[in-house]
């Protein structure tokens, strides 16, 4: 665990300033020696456990991240096979902190169209190893987590009643990773500009996320033939807390509705959503039935929302 007052003593910082400008008190970060895919296990486990399946009965697995174990191959294909899963065909989603809504979209869509029963989703980020510590705009907000999830089908009118997912990539530079890829291949001089850790315009993404975030919700709400208020819990992606304030300030959905963990963990990117929806359903916090909206935002930049029946 890594608190407002540890960065205190790395950057010219403080708790108030953190807490006022995010709303985080913590964060988790990975150990050293931990991949991705180490991250991402004990929450697949856990995933298939609640959903009483083992994991030779999946179909697929998607996992939402920007951070994998390596370039190549795409991490969901190392947690196939440290699962056992033998029979499920297994790629990722880069999205940024959409990535597990952009993978619940894919899963959803397979299901629907037969080409598959159930699928694993997994948001998983080790984001501490691409920060830049000595950036107090950036290295105060991030922190490490996974999440996962098992989609299958569903009777009309429960599970997943929609998806909506959008993109702008004009505004990619807003909030990236410059360096690594075929674009700025890994140089001394990539390296000395620090050129390989997030890059954000902070006052940029927060304009836009949240427009972007109250249309997501709007969207699926009204291909589903639904309004506001009738959900009962919705959970933002937990980016900043003045962004999730405006948001549900936006679409009119009351305080005691909404999800926050954000103070304990950061901004886990993809991963947040699926964490705190973990945590929710094992907090009694969202029961049998209830209309659950999940919203997020992120780096491409990426949008979306999912609204499903808890059952």
Known sequence: MLTNFDLEKMVDTTDEWIVTRSGIRERRIAAPEDATSDLVLPAAQAALQSAGLAPEDLDGIIVGTVMGDMVFPATACLVQDRLGAGKAAAFDVNAACCGFIYAVN???????????????????????????????????????????????????GEGVLGTYIRTDGSLAELLYLPAGGTRYPTTHESIDRRDHFIKMKGDGVFKYAVRAMED???????EAGLALEDVDILIPHQANIRIIDAVQERLGVAAEKVIVNLDRYGNTSSASIPMALDEAARNGKIKKGNLVLLVAFGGGLTWGAVLFRYI
Do not use: N, Y
């Open 106 to 156: 894919i899963a959803h869509a397979l299901i629907s169209s037969g080409q598959m029963d159930r699928v694993l989703v997994v948001g998983v980020e080790v984001l501490s190893k691409i920060t830049d510590w000595s950036d107090r705009a950036t290295c105060v907000l991030f922190g490490d987590g996974a999440g996962a999830a098992v989609l299958e089908r569903a009777e009309p």
């Open 216 to 222: 997501a919700a709007r969207h699926v709400l009204g």
